[in-house]
């Protein structure tokens, strides 16, 4: 047999199904990995999509998605955010914020251009640049700074060959926010550059305190950045597979165009349940949002009073919790308090080499088996100090 692709062929499996695995084999685990919210979709959404099928809207849609769901997107960016785009030319629909991720990357780099991504960052961003011809380039980021992007980090990063940077805050995995001061500071130097800024805005909605900001926002470089969103997390949609790209008329046409050739259409059904996420589901967000805060609270507070230094995140629901005072490595601590206590967390190199030392612990579980998790966690750590 010939062989396949060399890029795919030495992809490595993403860090995090490795502890997925091991922990869906062994009984009694309290799983603290998962990125996804464990509340149910409420049912007025799923109601729609019930209906849709009822109604027989069971074909194709436009590429670009249904123009009521476009314009509902439309109206969402610019009532929440004060950022508007065309629903006819600016707004693309995709089969969830992976799609997404994978068009930009698809349509904006040219073998051997150099994208910055943000290190320790979501999993599938450096295989994305990678499948697509680039080449990675990584910004350490620090728990000192919050888990933040800083500008004289970002201006030593930028060379000749830098095509874009891939931005996501609210983070995951660190759960670390940019205000729009902290983005005030950035903007001169990305504007100056003429890079790409695609930023990942699907946990938008899941700050705690202050308000969020999108880099789209600021005029300067409106037309240099791509918005990447969806419906997964906010609305606790993941199933449903539907996300969106928001993005300059000339930009959302050739994003169009791969998209038509991979995909077609987003899902029909998803589409009319998130027409009604977006019209009437903004007090469901509201409940779930104060539901992850107190979560937080409380997991924050519990990893900080046994020695694992945590800085409260302002968004998200991971906690990317220090864990070198254990004088274990990530991946060993993560393996040791699965086998020994049967809590599953995700060790922090997962999502690259500043991950080291670090563990991201999902709190989208209920608060019973984040308190009985946490006394897992207490005992293994005194067990360790007792060796």
């Known amino acids: 047999m010939k062989s396949i692709n060399r890029t795919i062929e030495h992809l490595k499996p993403s860090g995090i199904r490795k502890y997925f695995d091991l922990a869906n084999a062994m009984e009694g685990v309290i799983s603290l990995g998962v990125g996804e919210p464990d509340f149910d979709t409420p049912w007025h959404i799923s109601a729609k999509a019930v209906e849709s099928f009822e109604e027989g809207h069971t074909h194709y849609t436009a590429n670009r998605g249904l123009i009521a769901l476009r314009r509902q997107i439309a109206n969402y960016y610019r009532n929440r955010y004060g950022i508007a785009y065309d629903p006819d030319s600016e707004i693309l629909v995709t089969v969830g914020g ?4 994978d068009l930009c990357c698809r349509t904006l780099i040219n073998p051997g251009d150099e994208v910055i991504v943000l290190d320790p960052n979501y999993v599938a961003y450096e295989p994305a640049i990678l499948m697509a011809g680039g080449v990675p380039v990584r910004i350490p980021l620090t728990q000192e700074h919050d888990f933040k992007l800083l500008p004289e980090d970002l201006e030593r990063a930028i060379t000749e060959k830098t095509k874009a940077i891939i931005v996501n805050f609210p983070s995951n995995p660190t759960g670390g926010v940019m205000t729009r001061e902290d983005y005030a500071r950035l903007v001169p130097i990305l504007k100056e550059s ?3 800024i695609i ?12 308000e969020f900001c999108s880099p789209a926002s600021f005029d300067e470089i409106r ?3 791509l918005v990447i969103n969806g419906f997964s997390k906010a609305f606790a949609m993941t199933g449903w597979r539907l996300g969106y790209l928001l993005s300059n008329p000339e930009l959302s046409e050739q994003l169009t165009k791969v998209h038509q050739f991979v995909i077609m ?8 349940a998130a027409i009604e996420a977006l019209e009437h589901g903004m007090p469901d967000i509201a409940g779930m949002c104060k539901e992850y805060e107190a979560r937080r609270n409380l997991i924050c507070a519990r990893l900080n ?6 800085n409260v995140p302002n968004g998200t629901f991971y906690v990317f919790a ?4 254990s004088g274990l490595s990530s991946d060993e601590f993560c393996v040791r308090l699965l ?10 190199t997962a999502f690259g080499e500043s991950g080291e030392g670090f563990v991201r612990i999902s709190y989208a579980t209920s608060m019973e088996d984040i308190k009985e998790a946490c006394a897992r966690i207490d005992a293994f750590l005194k067990t360790l100090h007792n060796d």
Request: proline share 4%.
């Open 305 to 310: 009073r046994m020695g694992l230094t945590t």
């Open 265 to 272: 259409s987003a899902p029909t059904a998803a589409q009319y």
């Open 199 to 210: 930023s990942d805005e699907i946990y938008s909605e899941l700050v705690f305190a202050g």
């Open 223 to 225: 037309d240099q950045v």
């Open 339 to 348: 086998e020994e206590q049967k809590v599953a967390i995700v060790p922090g």
């Open 194 to 196: 003429g890079i790409y």
């Open 98 to 101: 992976s799609e997404a991720v």
């Open 322 to 325: 220090n864990i070198t005072s």
